[in-house]
């Protein structure tokens, strides 16, 4: 019922910036929550950042102050805008929709962040 497509993944230096968009089949303001998560090797699934239909959004105390999630209406796109990136970070993230109590996932996209 809802497409995701992550899209900006690649490789980047400590310090670096990097931004990930995610493109949603539908309109992303009628998907209840959006967000990034990511998965290194040998981890779990973990969450990143969230941004709901309201525009509210909320974020894992790792990357907060340095990961910022926002809305691009016009491109129907939620983008992640990484700075200050750590080789920690280096993981596939993964852009989730969650509406009406279920999950939509992408396929991923790798980022990977070198010392």
Sequence with gaps: QVQLVESGG???QAGGSLRLSCAASGSILNINTMGWYRQAPG???EFN???DSFGRTS???SVKGRFTIYRDNAKNTVNLQ???LKPEDTAV???NAHHW???YWGQGTQVTVSS
């Design 10 to 12: 690649g490789l980047v």
């Design 43 to 45: 981890k779990q699934r």
């Design 49 to 51: 950042a969230a941004i």
């Design 59 to 61: 974020y894992a105390e």
């Design 82 to 84: 990484m700075y200050n």
């Design 93 to 95: 993230y993964y852009c």
């Design 101 to 103: 109590s279920r999950n």
